[in-house]
């Protein structure tokens, strides 16, 4: 049982060695470089999990393997709270049913598919939405049938608080 435990523990401790910034693949390193700094305080778990997204991402054509150099540029931008938060939402996400991601992946692309000035202008109705304006549209995009569901996102909200700027076109 002894035998057993050294065992383990020894590889382990190699397995955690392979993980350190200098063992790394030049191309991984590379493709890690935006998490340089943080590395060394990263868990195993945490090196894993970056190496295996870096894998997937060697393997791809150019423009994805920039893709996600971009990503993780602009995820080392973001404030730890802000890390925290987008955290927390995919472990949400994550936790939902195949079929309700799978809805909600199609209405993301759907929405980075339209033009950059339309996407703007939803965000702004969004947000100048009250919670309960928006609990209301959420329901009637979740009753809505497919092909209704569109013309519902391009209604303006029917209400605004007093303290907003209505927004004009």
Known sequence: MKAIAIL????????????????????QQQLLAPFAEQWPDLSNKQRQQYLHRAERFSHGNPERRERFKKQAQHWQSLSPEKKKQLQK?????????????????????????????????????????SKQERQQLKEKLNQAPPQGRHHLREQRPHQRH???QPKYD
């Open 8 to 27: 383990l523990l020894c590889s382990s401790l190699s397995f955690a060695s392979a993980l350190d910034w200098q063992h790394l693949s030049t191309e």
């Open 89 to 129: 939402r995919y472990g949400e996400f994550k936790k939902l049913s195949p079929e309700r991601r799978n809805n909600i992946e199609k209405r993301f692309k759907w929405f980075q598919s339209l033009p950059e000035e339309k996407r703007k202008t939803m965000r702004e109705q969004w947000q100048n939405m």
């Open 162 to 164: 007093s303290h907003q």
